[in-house]
């Protein structure tokens, strides 16, 4: 995997508090990087309204490898592509990526199922969000 393999990028500065004492950035981070690509993505691009709409996204599902260490001072790349669109949701597939170095330092996976708000009962992802997801499909 390489960082073109994904349609969306998006960057986090590492920051000093990340740094375990092992002098890398835990694991704990890689998946806060995950889920907050995965969200600024849907708010952003697919209009996801997460203060007062009657759709949510719930995690049911979440993987992460570590393949290199990533440290502080740093910005990464977490790269983010739809790996699978169904009907209520949807599964991430996500890579972080330092800058300059072509394999990625950790990858894995996300899972989405969307719910109603209120009841949390599992509804159609809205077409906003479902275009938005669609665009992070592989290229056919």
Known sequence: MKVEDYPHRHPVATRWADNDVYGHVNNVEYYAWFDTAINAYLIGEGGLDIRAGDTIGLCVESHCEFRAPVTFPETVAVGLRVGKLGHSSVRYELAIFRA??????????????????????PTPIPDGLRTALARLLPAE
Not at 101 to 117: I, L, M, N
């Open 100 to 121: 300059g170095v072509a394999a990625p330092a950790a990858q894995g996976w996300f899972v989405h199922v969307f719910v109603r708000r209120d009841d949390r009962r």
